[in-house]
């Protein structure tokens, strides 16, 4: 297989492909974490990884800022999304990836984000839950606090691993995290996995920690 990687990093990287899983924690809200969700499900079809995927959360973030109002409002909306995940992932975690695709497609290429005010998501919960086959009592703790310290506590682990001045997603490439990569398109095929491929090159090198420009464009959804 062709690449542009350094021979020395993809010897690392042909080793680490297969040992390493990959952790993405994400916001099902995010346009730009469905974005970068999708691009690494197809590095799932290019290469050889294992994602676990962990719910963090804008709002977890967010708490206690003084934000334009706005802002606030759709963060009052995405703590719905945010629980049920939280409990999805610590009862039925087998079930989590399905979910934020259908969740996601909802949100996303349905055209139902940027939603404002609690409970704003609740039909979008019931449906998605419907699609993979999760019962509807999933539902319950959207606009309620019981799994709050649930979602915490697994949106404190992005946080761990990455540092606080970051959003979502966060990714987990062996041992080293980034947030990101932010994308607005989503490769796919050999260009996805090669995208990857660099990636994991960069985290090869303990002393690096950031690439950055302004945004021309908005997600491609």
């Not at 346009?31 to 050889?48: L, N």
């Not at 979502?168 to 062996?174: K, Y």
């Amino acid at each position: 297989m062709q690449t542009n990687v350094p021979l020395r990093v993809q010897a690392s990287i042909n080793e680490r492909v297969i040992m390493e899983n990959v952790t993405f924690w994400f916001d099902a809200s995010c346009p730009f974490c469905w974005q970068t969700s999708r691009w690494i499900k197809e590095v799932e079809k290019a290469r050889d990884i294992e994602i676990d995927w962990i719910p963090m959360s804008l709002s977890v973030l967010n708490d206690g800022r003084d934000l334009p109002e706005d802002y606030m409002a759709m963060m009052e909306a995405n703590w719905g999304p945010a629980r049920v995940f939280a409990k999805v992932k610590q009862e039925r975690p087998e079930l989590i990836d399905d979910l934020y695709t259908a969740m996601g497609t909802l949100i996303h290429p349905g055209g139902q984000g940027g939603q404002k005010g609690y409970g704003a998501y609740d039909d979008v919960i019931k449906k998605a839950l419907e699609e993979v086959g999760l019962d509807e009592s999933y539902a319950s703790v959207a606009n309620e606090a019981s799994y709050d310290d649930v979602l915490r506590s697994y949106h404190q682990g992005a946080m761990d691993a990455v540092g606080d001045e970051v959003g979502t997603p966060v990714i987990q490439l062996g041992e080293t995290a980034f947030f990101g990569p932010v994308i607005t398109r989503v490769p796919t095929g050999e260009e996805a996995g090669a995208l990857f491929d660099h990636a994991l090159g960069l985290a090869e090198y303990p002393y690096f920690f950031e690439l950055k420009r302004s945004r021309t464009e908005a997600p491609q959804v």
